[in-house]
């Protein structure tokens, strides 16, 4: 197994595996300025938040999160000008990571066409720069992996699932760290992630992550069938059932702690080792979340085929369905469902997965990759809500 | 010959690659890939991946996969019955939606 990977050192000593040119779009009102400034130059991508103008710190902190993500190379922010996130907001929080920064702002600027040329001019001059950086090798304790699951079926606990979770082990194991989120997915398997916290504190702070979500969830009324129609189709009838084949992409060593979000703070892997991250169970948010506190590759479980990709980091799919493989195999890189099969071995899936995505991590592409996937949403979790059902449940 | 997976001792379940028609047999495996037992299924299961009993389990006790509980009956299950959404119901959350 190899445990080396080619990757762009940062200011910061963070390592990239792509070198992506951000163009961030402070809100909604600035996005369409952004798109065409991205449009101009081939190796940049725009991205926004679709929550208004308003400055919610939690929204504010993913998107300084993703522009210091070391996948990012260089960041342009697009502001609008009346907006409350504002340019200046975020550009000082990402200016700590030392990477080339800029701003343009349509009403400062002169409107959008002058912003657009400003805009490209700036991004041209910036991918021209990282163009001339040269890649490095870096050992894997240098790798933060985020583990997702989205369109789960039946399988994704037969297969998928515990064949990642076993190349998480060698990952793990190698000194790497990787993180995996979705508490909801979590419901009722928390005696489990407990007994393995590294000590009482963090296993006390799983049982708190488990049961704020579940209070969350009774909380809206949502119910143990919240669950997309595909889960159901798939085999899956409650939630509890899907979270224990859903826990099982983590692998089966210590949890060095739960990542909380304080609103202007989104808490860091702070060591190398495997950690939980108070998030979203809503798929490409919680991705997006993973990587705005430095992941900077997806392993990626799914049973009825979902096509999820991210515009800042490759993302590696993997199913454990054999029926879904052969009817998408254009979307999936790993077909893990030879284990149901009988073709295949957890562990042998496992160490493919690994290979892989040290592979991904040296700059293969991914099938999301080749298609140009630019998957981008920011989680918000409503801070009102958040206050009355911490207060009345 | 239809197959179905038996994850841990303790389970009351087994998942089946396949959709079944009342009266199939089903051959139930290990994880490990050892072969346990024969069950004839009850009923039809129209959907591959989904669940039948490998016992009888009574209205409220426990439906148990992954050697953990993954809900209750909500209904009494015979011996090789397709189990959804119609005969169990969650631990922890309610099954119907509040309107």
């Known amino acids: ?393 | 010959m239809k197959l179905a997976i038996r994850l841990k001792p303790n389970d009351n379940v087994v998942t089946v690659t396949n959709v079944l028609k009342r009266g199939e047999l089903v051959s139930i495996f290990s994880e490990e890939g050892k072969k346990i037992d024969n069950v004839n299924a009850t009923t039809d299961v129209p959907l591959p991946f989904h669940k039948i009993a490998l016992v009888q389990i009574a209205k409220g006790e426990e439906v148990k996969k992954y050697g953990e509980i993954i809900g209750y009956a909500s209904e009494p299950i015979d011996k090789g019955e397709w189990i959804h959404v119609h005969n169990i119901e969650s631990v922890s959350l309610p099954e119907k939606e509040i309107k």
């Open chain 1, 1 to 393: 197994m190899a445990t080396e990977f080619l990757g762009y050192e940062r200011p910061d000593g963070q390592v990239g595996l792509r070198n992506h040119l951000l163009v961030m779009a402070t809100c909604d009102c600035s996005h369409q300025e952004a798109i065409k400034i991205a449009t101009a130059i081939p190796s940049a991508v725009a991205v926004t938040q679709w929550y208004g103008c308003r400055n919610d710190p939690l929204v504010a902190s993913q998107m300084i999160g993703i522009a210091n993500n070391p996948n990012v190379g260089a960041t342009l922010l697009v502001g609008h000008g009346c907006e409350s996130i504002t340019v200046d907001i975020l550009g000082q929080g990402i200016d700590k990571t030392k990477k080339a920064l800029a701003n343009v702002v349509s009403q400062r600027d002169g409107g959008t066409i002058k912003t657009i040329e400003k805009g490209i001019r700036i991004l041209r001059d910036m991918a021209t720069d990282l163009s001339k950086e040269k890649m490095k090798s870096f050992d894997i304790t240098n790798l933060i992996v985020a583990v997702e699951c989205g369109g789960s079926d039946a399988t994704s606990g037969l297969a998928a699932n515990p064949a990642v979770g076993n190349a998480i082990d060698k990952l793990i194991d190698a000194g790497g760290t990787a993180i995996f989120s979705e508490p909801i997915e979590m419901t009722g398997t928390e005696h489990i992630l407990a007994r393995r916290a590294v000590n009482k504190g963090v296993a006390s702070k799983i049982y708190a992550l488990v049961h704020n979500s579940e209070k969350w969830a009774k909380a809206r009324g949502i119910p143990s069938r919240f669950m997309s129609k595909g889960n159901l189709d798939g085999g899956l009838s409650t939630i509890e059932e899907k979270s224990l084949g859903a826990i099982l992409k983590g692998g089966t060593r210590s949890i060095q702690g739960v990542l909380e979000n304080s609103r202007n703070r989104l808490e860091h892997p702070a060591k190398p080792g495997l950690y939980l991250q108070d998030g979203t169970g809503w798929d490409v948010p919680s991705v997006t979340h993973m990587l705005a506190i430095g992941a900077q590759i997806v392993l990626f479980t799914t049973g009825r085929g979902a096509t999820t990709g991210h515009a800042i980091a490759p993302v590696i799919k993997v199913t454990g369905n054999p029926i879904t493989f052969s009817n998408m195999e254009d979307n999936i890189d790993v077909n893990a469902g030879r284990i149901i099969e009988g073709k295949a071995g957890i562990t042998a899936v496992g160490e493919e997965i690994f290979n892989l995505m040290v592979r991904v991590a040296s700059g293969e592409k991914t099938k999301t990759e080749m298609m140009g996937y630019n998957d981008f949403v920011i989680w918000r979790s409503d801070p009102v809500a958040d206050h009355l059902i911490q207060t009345c449940f």
